[in-house]
Nanobody
Framework: QLVESGGGSVQTGGSLRLSCAGSGNTFISDCMGWFRQAPGKEREGVAAISKYGTISYADSARGRFTISKGSAKNSMFLQLNNLKPEDTAMYYC????????????????WGQGTQVTVS
């Protein structure tokens, strides 16, 4: 129900814009978030945005990444600027139906991910 796109391979310092689109049945989404997982590492939160527009970022993302909502329901973007090799990971979008919006919360719905590679 969630589909990510926009990943790719870029050089250090480059930019990418990731998109997340909800398909099929619409669902309640108090919070939408971006997460990433690098090979051999645990999944980590990157950024989250509440239905009211409140935003939170991981320290690694603050100042370089920008999360925003799309006009369509359950859609959002993640602008990645000044990318570094350590940003290389599979990036996932996720939805939390109800409750507080932060990167430590439980998200029920997940996309399949889009790969970002920085060299």
């Amino acid at each position: 129900q969630l589909v990510e796109s926009g990943g790719g391979s870029v050089q250090t310092g480059g930019s990418l814009r990731l998109s997340c689109a909800g398909s099929g049945n619409t669902f309640i989404s108090d919070c939408m978030g971006w997460f990433r997982q690098a090979p051999g590492k645990e999944r980590e939160g990157v950024a989250a945005i509440s239905k009211y527009g409140t935003i939170s970022y991981a320290d690694s993302a603050r100042g370089r990444f920008t999360i925003s909502k799309g006009s369509a329901k359950n859609s959002m973007f993640l602008q990645l600027n000044n990318l570094k090799p350590e940003d290389t990971a599979m990036y996932y979008c996720a939805v939390r139906s109800r409750g507080g919006c932060n990167l430590e919360a439980y998200f029920e719905y997940w996309g399949q991910g889009t790969q970002v590679t920085v060299s």
